[in-house]
């Protein structure tokens, strides 16, 4: 089992609805979770950051954690062709190394 | 604010030479910093990570090694490249504080020939 897993893809949506990503984590003692966009050939850019139970809003983005669940989704509201990318989800603990650990991406597409 | 340099962005290098690829930190004191790699179409590994100057632990076993000769300062190297090291190479640095983020470098784009 791969410690933090996501849907491949590709996933497409029209050009304004609501893109919905999801992932799942192995590690009961994630603390911390990280939403990032990658564009082809770029470096990982942060988009959403979250620590808490619940909702976190952030402009057309919203990122949800269920630590019971060891969920964590990302919605991205009136979604643009320009947020067509790979989305990849980390976790991390917040002791020892603190590094993250990533799933290997959901390609979206956002259809014109 | 802080800021993060990688270079160079892309290196093609023949099979068996040398690497060197820096990292500095700009904007933080005693940073965690990593090193991950990407190879084409895959997630992100982690390969080295460091709590500070001269600390170094490995991820994963390879031919490449780390250094942080400076608080700020994150090198990845090679004596003898493969093949296989080919990927896009990530450097990220994180504070100590809980419930942080952490951010990436520009990446570097190594091709062994």
């Known amino acids: 089992q791969k410690e933090v897993e996501q849907n491949s893809g590709p996933l497409s949506v029209p050009e304004g609805a609501i893109a919905s990503l999801n992932c799942t984590y192995s590690?009961?003692?994630?603390?911390?979770f990280f939403w990032y966009r990658q564009y082809s050939g770029k470096s990982p850019e942060l988009i959403m950051f979250?620590?808490?139970?619940g909702d976190k809003e952030d402009g057309r983005f919203t990122a949800q954690l269920n630590k019971a669940s060891q969920y964590v989704s990302l919605l991205i509201r009136d979604s643009q062709p320009s947020d067509s990318a790979t989305y990849l989800c980390?976790?991390?603990?917040?002791?020892?190394?603190?590094?993250?650990?990533f799933g290997s991406g959901t390609r979206l597409q956002v259809q014109p | 604010s802080q800021t993060i340099h990688q270079w160079p962005a892309t290196l093609v290098q023949p099979v068996g030479s040398p690497l060197s690829l820096e990292c500095t930190v700009e904007g933080t004191s005693n940073p965690n910093l990593y090193w991950y790699r990407q190879a084409a179409g895959r997630g992100l590994q982690l390969l080295f990570y460091?709590?500070?100057?001269?600390?170094i632990s490995s991820e994963v076993p390879q031919n490449l090694s780390a250094s942080r000769p400076q608080d700020r300062q994150f090198i990845l190297s090679s004596k003898k490249l493969l093949l296989s090291d080919s990927g896009f190479y990530l450097c990220?640095?994180?504070?100590?504080?809980?419930?942080?983020?952490?951010?990436f470098g520009q990446g570097t784009r190594l091709t062994v020939v």
């Open positions: 990220a640095w994180r504070t100590r504080q809980t419930n942080t983020e952490a951010f």
């Open positions: 979250i620590y808490s139970n």
């Open positions: 980390a976790v991390s603990r917040d002791t020892g190394r603190r590094a993250l650990t």
């Open positions: 460091s709590v500070g100057i001269g600390q």
């Open positions: 590690d009961r003692g994630s603390q911390s």
